[in-house]
């Protein structure tokens, strides 16, 4: 199977701090990648798609210039947090389909739990 | 706009047979998918539909009706290690790399 990772597993930050998550495709190569937030019992909501040499697409209600997406290269998309606030406090999630195996499903990454204090 | 229903959570014994519902309103079909997700953890894909019928994959098994916007996820045997949240998605856009909605969750306790 493919591989994705994240980094850093947890952060914690200070409010009107930025934050940085990496998340990387470590054996395939992945032009676009999807950064989900998931709050305590609920499901996965998406923020973003992300596209490598291009700009990222948000879903309605995200803010872009709160919620800045870089896809740099073909294995590694970043999510910054600017200004972060206790609100923002989440487990932040990304994924990547593997165009190149042919098969349909998303992998993801372990997830980012972020705590803003 | 897009409306995927799931039981919030369901409750069975260890050994038995439990099924999972998926009903789901969307603009626009390109296949369901059905995740597992233990606490604190990322889901982990465990089946794929896009054409009606039974799909399945050792204890698992995954069906699909697209005239009726239903799937559901059958566990058999269970496991206490099968105590997850299961996430129904349905991929919408008309590229296979596209974006998935995903369903609130059911949460599955399995007991002794």
């Known amino acids: 199977g493919a591989v994705v990772s994240q980094h850093p597993s947890w952060v914690i930050c200070k409010s009107g701090t930025s934050v940085k998550i990496e998340c990387r495709s470590l054996?395939?190569?992945?032009?676009?990648m999807f950064w989900y937030r998931q709050f305590p019992k609920q499901s996965l909501m998406l923020m973003a798609t992300?596209?490598?040499?291009?700009?990222?697409?948000?879903e309605q209600g995200v803010e872009k210039d709160k919620f800045l997406i870089n896809h740099a290269s073909l294995t590694l998309s970043t999510l910054t947090v600017t200004s972060a606030h206790p609100e923002d406090s989440s487990f932040y999630i990304c994924?990547?389909?593997?165009?190149?195996?042919?098969?349909?499903?998303?992998?993801f990454g372990p997830g980012t739990r972020l705590t803003v204090t | 706009g897009q409306n995927i229903d799931q039981p919030t959570e369901m409750t069975a014994t260890e050994g038995a047979i439990v099924q999972i519902n998926c009903t789901y309103q969307?603009?626009?079909?390109?296949?369901l998918f059905w995740y597992q997700q233990h606490a604190g953890e990322a889901p982990t894909f465990l089946s794929y539909?896009?054409?009606?019928g039974l799909e399945e994959k050792g204890r698992f098994s995954s069906f699909l009706s697209r005239s009726k916007g239903y799937s559901y996820l059958l566990l058999k045997e269970l496991q206490m290690k099968d105590s997850a949240s299961y996430l129904c998605?349905?991929?919408?856009?008309?590229?296979?790399?596209?974006?998935?909605?995903f369903g609130d969750g059911t949460t599955l306790t399995v007991k002794p």
């Open positions: 539909n896009v054409l009606d």
């Open positions: 054996d395939f190569q992945a032009t676009t």
């Open positions: 998605a349905v991929r919408t856009s008309k590229s296979n790399a596209g974006k998935s909605t």
């Open positions: 969307t603009s626009g079909f390109n296949g």
């Open positions: 994924s990547a389909p593997n165009r190149g195996s042919g098969r349909p499903e998303q992998y």
């Open positions: 992300s596209n490598e040499g291009s700009k990222a697409t948000y």
